[in-house]
């Protein structure tokens, strides 16, 4: 499974004609280290997380929430947006089942209708992008406008610095 988001990724920026890098290096998932292995800012770095937002006892919505790397998730905020009663990061199993990823090689784009997709406006301050691709041992630099292109991200202020 795995492998199929890294080729799903790859497929998705070919096919949108983006201009992207695939980097390898030592399989790691945490933001703050991968970031020094691959010599990107911090900033530029986009975390992604599966949040689970409760509608009432028994309905959820899950949300992909894309943060910069020197950020995190105003939970508080995804509620809101959510129309819930309650956020939460969702249950690793959960999560892994929506993205297809073990966490920390999450990239910011869904491939599943029941996961939207929102990033906070701040991670397109940067020219360029980085995250891990679908594996702990790829990343992917694109540029900004490009990512936007091909994710079609609903953008909404959700990062806490």
């Known amino acids: 499974?795995?492998?199929d988001v890294h080729q799903r990724l790859i497929a998705l920026f070919e096919e949108s004609g983006a201009a992207f890098r695939v980097v390898e290096h030592p399989a790691e998932g945490r933001t703050e280290v991968v970031t020094q292995m691959r010599g990107n800012r911090l900033g530029q770095a986009a975390k992604a997380m599966v949040v689970m937002v409760k509608l009432g006892k028994?309905?959820?919505?899950?949300?992909?929430?894309?943060?910069?790397?020197?950020?995190?998730?105003?939970?508080?905020?995804?509620?809101?947006?959510?129309?819930?009663?309650?956020a939460m990061f969702a249950p690793p199993a959960v999560a892994?089942?929506?993205?297809?990823?073990?966490?920390?090689?999450?990239?910011?784009?869904?491939?599943?209708?029941e996961l939207a997709l929102v990033v906070d406006p701040r991670l397109l301050e940067n020219a360029e992008l980085v995250f891990n691709a679908g594996r702990l041992d790829r990343s992917i630099?694109?540029?900004?406008?490009?990512?936007?292109?091909?994710?079609?991200?609903?953008?909404?202020?959700?990062?806490v610095p």
């Open 58 to 86: 028994k309905d959820r919505r899950y949300l992909l929430c894309v943060v910069p790397g020197d950020c995190r998730i105003d939970l508080a905020v995804v509620k809101g947006l959510g129309s819930g009663t309650h």
């Open 96 to 113: 892994e089942q929506l993205t297809g990823c073990v966490m920390g090689a999450v990239p910011p784009v869904s491939f599943d209708a």
């Open 141 to 159: 630099f694109i540029e900004r406008d490009a990512y936007v292109a091909a994710a079609r991200p609903t953008l909404a202020a959700i990062a």
């Open 1 to 3: 499974m795995i492998a």
